[in-house]
T-cell receptor, first 115, second 114 residues
Framework: EAGVAQSPRYKIIEKRQSVAFWCNPISGHATLYWYQQILGQGPKLLIQFQNNGVVDDSQLPKDRFSAERLKGVDSTLKIQPAKLEDSAVYLC?????????????FGPGTRLLVL | GNSVTQMEGPVTLSEEAFLTINCTYTATGYPSLFWYVQYPGEGLQLLLKATKADDKGSNKGFEATYRKETTSFHLEKGSVQVSDSAVYFCALSGDNFGNEKLTFGTGTRLTIIP
């Protein structure tokens, strides 16, 4: 079974530029998450999708971050404009819709450096 | 809200030593508890989980028991190997729709020396 795919793996941009990350979850996983992991910290949830609907985006900085999952499969996370403090690893995870007890499977992450 | 407090690192042990990484949590209801591991250069992988009180999760020689009375989920291994060197994250997930996100601890970096 293929795992969660993410691209790109690394990205370096200047502040105030925009950037987009892509995630392809495990086939059949209706629930998809984006996390931000700042160096030395645990991942923090940015947004959760159930199919193509948003379940939780309470910690997403909506003035600069946006995310979509138009067909309930792939998802894109965008930052516009980027700030220095956005330097982090952005992790995508997915799980089956069977409930909160189910394991979340993580992709390898996209490491973003904002200069 | 939910929170996870994890043992500060880094932790350095000799091969075959006994390992304990402490984890305590604060949550309402009946969360599920997880240990994830992040090997150098790789993504997060589930190590083990427990979904109700007194459950013991185990995998690859690691164990953790869900203790509701002490709100703890400490990770243990009887004899560590060099290949166990990684960052370990304790996490919990809420128990109702809309509160299912994983809340992570800050991670504990473990280094095993031969």
């Amino acid at each position: 079974e293929a795992g969660v795919a993410q691209s790109p793996r690394y990205k370096i941009i200047e502040k105030r530029q925009s950037v987009a990350f892509w995630c392809n979850p495990i086939s059949g996983h209706a629930t998809l998450y984006w996390y931000q992991q700042i160096l030395g910290q645990g991942p923090k949830l940015l947004i959760q999708f159930q199919n193509n609907g948003v379940v939780d985006d309470s910690q997403l900085p909506k003035d600069r971050f946006s995310a979509e999952r138009l067909k309930g499969v792939d998802s894109t996370l965008k930052i516009q404009p980027a700030k220095l403090e956005d330097s982090a690893v952005y992790l995508c995870a997915s799980r089956t819709p069977d409930g909160y007890q189910e394991t979340q499977y993580f992709g390898p992450g996209t490491r973003l450096l904002v200069l | 809200g939910n929170s996870v407090t994890q043992m500060e690192g880094p932790v350095t042990l000799s091969e075959e030593a006994f390992l304990t990484i402490n984890c305590t949590y604060t949550a309402t209801g009946y969360p599920s508890l997880f240990w994830y591991v992040q090997y150098p250069g790789e993504g997060l992988q589930l190590l083990l989980k427990a979904t109700k009180a007194d459950d013991k999760g185990s995998n690859k020689g690691f164990e953790a028991t869900y203790r509701k009375e002490t709100t703890s989920f400490h990770l243990e291994k009887g004899s560590v190997q060099v290949s166990d060197s990684a960052v370990y994250f304790c996490a919990l997930s809420g128990d109702n729709f809309g509160n299912e996100k994983l809340t992570f601890g800050t991670g504990t970096r473990l280094t095993i020396i031969p």
